[in-house]
């Protein structure tokens, strides 16, 4: 879910998801475990509930080409090749026969100058060429009784790209052969973000890396899973339970406040059900001008409330949220506590 309230894009990729809710996610299952299925894209990896999916469509794989009945091949068989070979001999062999060296010599010349036969296309190569690509099927999907409960909130984990050794390359390009392709180069290893410089002082958070400070509420932890996970946060945190989190993140500032605060609501909007926008408002946060939005929505079978706050810090905006659930006794109290939170926000820190 945390990765649909920063705003991240369902990429095209491998497989179409279809969800019950009936939104579309396309990419690349990895893994299946704890009834999730962990899906690649291009923007990182997403947990799905097993029981949110409706069905999955797999791509299908292109077959290779065939060749065409015109065309000629591009290469022999092994077998034609040394029949080829042996006629080629046998022709560069003159017959010894009692006549003058003139005639020998052109017949020799003759022989040595005429090409190969070419080879045949059988019909049966492109028969199966085109039928080795599987028919398209669809995956229906049952609700499972063994899904996790409902207060727990995944969180993607994108694991770091392995680097391929240098020694493994070297020695697999020495033993292919002249003839084989060239062996694609090695990945280069995917950037890591730099290193958060932070700490708590009692009820307060300082992040010395992104200059900022805020309170932190008693009982609150930093959700270290969150902040790997998402590309845009900076830091994550909220109660044992996960029922009430407090995500802050980065964007570069592409366009007005007011335009980037409704696109990322739009990005919000797509990981929830029922989404229901409740409030929107210009305001200023840490002294600097904001657009807070504040909204209710279903997840994991919750009813979430939500606060968004959009900060124009320079070039890049501070985003802040904030979401508590809706359907609990103490949602008055948690509400209160974010609102603190977002109210204390001190971008003089170093």
């Known amino acids: 879910m945390l990765t649909a309230l920063l705003g991240l894009a369902w990429p ?22 704890e ?6 894209t291009d923007f990182g990896f997403v947990l799905i509930e097993k029981s949110k999916i409706a069905s999955i469509l797999p791509s299908k794989t292109k077959p290779k080409a065939a060749a065409k009945p015109g065309e000629k091949p591009t290469g022999k068989p092994a077998a034609e090749k040394e029949n080829a070979s042996d006629k080629s001999e046998k022709r560069e062999t003159p017959r010894i026969e009692p006549a003058p060296a003139g005639k020998a010599e052109t017949k020799t010349e003759k022989a040595a100058d005429s090409p190969p036969p070419a080879a045949k296309v059988e019909k049966k190569e492109e028969k199966t060429a ?27 984990t994108a694991p770091a790209a392995a680097p391929v050794p240098a020694t493994a390359s070297a020695s697999s390009a020495g033993s292919s052969p002249a003839n084989s ?18 700490d708590v002082q009692g009820n307060i958070y300082t992040n ?15 959700i270290e899973d969150a902040r790997r996970a998402l590309p845009n946060a900076v830091v994550a945190m909220g109660t044992e339970d996960h029922s009430t989190m407090l ?51 279903v997840e994991s079978e919750h009813d979430w409330s ?11 905006y501070f985003t802040i949220l904030g979401i508590t659930f809706a359907d609990s006794d103490l949602i008055q109290i948690q509400e209160n506590v974010i609102s603190r939170t977002i109210a204390s926000l001190d971008f003089h820190a170093q």
């Not at 392709?181 to 932070?198: C, G, H, M, N, T």
């Open 12 to 33: 095209a990729a491998a497989d179409e998801i279809r969800l019950r809710s009936g939104k579309t996610i396309s990419g690349e299952i990895v893994s299946f475990e």
């Open 35 to 40: 009834n999730m299925f962990k899906v690649k």
């Open 130 to 156: 085109a039928s080795s690509a599987p028919p398209a099927q669809t995956i229906p999907m049952t609700p499972d009784s063994s899904s996790a409960p409902a207060t727990r909130v995944s969180v993607p």
């Open 181 to 198: 392709p060239a062996a694609s180069p090695a990945l280069p290893p995917v950037a890591q973000p730099p290193q958060v410089r932070e």
């Open 208 to 222: 010395h890396t992104h200059g900022f400070r805020f309170y932190k509420a008693p009982g609150w932890h930093l």
């Open 247 to 297: 995500i802050a993140g980065l964007e570069t500032a592409k366009e007005p406040l007011d335009a980037a605060a409704a696109a990322i609501e739009e990005r919000l909007r797509e990981g929830y059900e029922n989404y229901r926008h409740l409030e929107k408002k210009k305001t200023q946060v840490g002294g600097l001008p904001a657009v807070e939005i504040r909204y209710r929505g």
């Open 306 to 316: 939500g606060r968004l706050v959009v900060v124009a810090r320079g070039k890049e």
